[in-house]
T-cell receptor, first 110, second 116 residues
């Protein structure tokens, strides 16, 4: 089945630093989604990407849909303590089901 | 907009009993809802896809007689864990797809099930 490789697995950064994480796949996706999950909560949609090459921003977050349709990255600029959480990428291929990456756990030190 | 609720948020039950979890889309209609299970420090594992007015489609390895899914309306899907065992203890999360959007799924806050 389709699998997503998400990296890094975890990150420890200082407040104010920029963050970058990415997902790659062996197969093509039609849609890429990025979610953030806080402990004990459900994932919250951050950014949705629908077109190869698309670059979309949501405040301090920027995500891109790779031109090959097999990868996506998420950047967070000027991190703040509330950015702490687990970030998941998710891809949608030929069906409506989403395939999730394993997550990137972000820790921001004040 | 795009709010999904789950009830209950936490439930503790005894082995052998059944537990029902509700998933509601509050401000949109969802022809499709999804049920996931998440183990500690792990990613989300899709259990089944629930379509309004038809039978759910279960992922390989998920017992449909144990995890009963009903999607009776465009805003409500229920997951019933039947004859629960301690190994069923987990975080169960639902998501709903807005019928007017592409493939964005909006997630509920999750239900923590503990079977004693």
């Amino acid at each position: 089945g389709q699998q997503l490789n998400q990296s890094p697995q975890s990150m420890f950064i200082q407040e104010g630093e920029d963050v970058s994480m990415n997902c790659t796949s062996s197969s093509i996706f039609n849609t890429w989604l990025w979610y953030k999950q806080d402990p004990g909560e459900g994932p919250v949609l951050l950014i949705a990407l629908y077109k190869a090459g698309e670059l979309t921003s949501n405040g301090r977050l920027t995500a891109q849909f790779g031109i090959t349709r097999k990868d996506s990255f998420l950047n967070i600029s000027a991190s703040i303590p509330s950015d702490v959480g687990i970030y998941f990428c998710a891809g949608q291929g030929g069906s409506e089901k989403l395939v999730f990456g394993k997550g990137t756990k972000l820790t921001v030190n004040p | 907009g795009a709010v999904v609720s789950q009830h209950p948020s936490r439930v503790i039950c005894k082995s052998g009993t059944s537990v029902k979890i509700e998933c509601r889309s509050l401000d949109f209609q969802a022809t499709t809802m999804f049920w996931y299970r998440q183990f500690p420090k792990k990613s989300l594992m899709l259990m089944a896809t629930s379509n309004e007015g038809s039978k759910a489609t279960y992922e390989q390895g998920v017992e449909k007689d144990k995890f009963l899914i009903n999607h009776a309306s465009l805003t409500l899907s229920t997951l019933t864990v039947t004859s629960a065992h301690p190994e069923d203890s987990s975080f169960y999360i639902c998501s709903a797809r807005d019928r007017t959007s592409s493939y964005e799924q909006y997630f509920g806050p999750g239900t923590r099930l503990t079977v004693t």
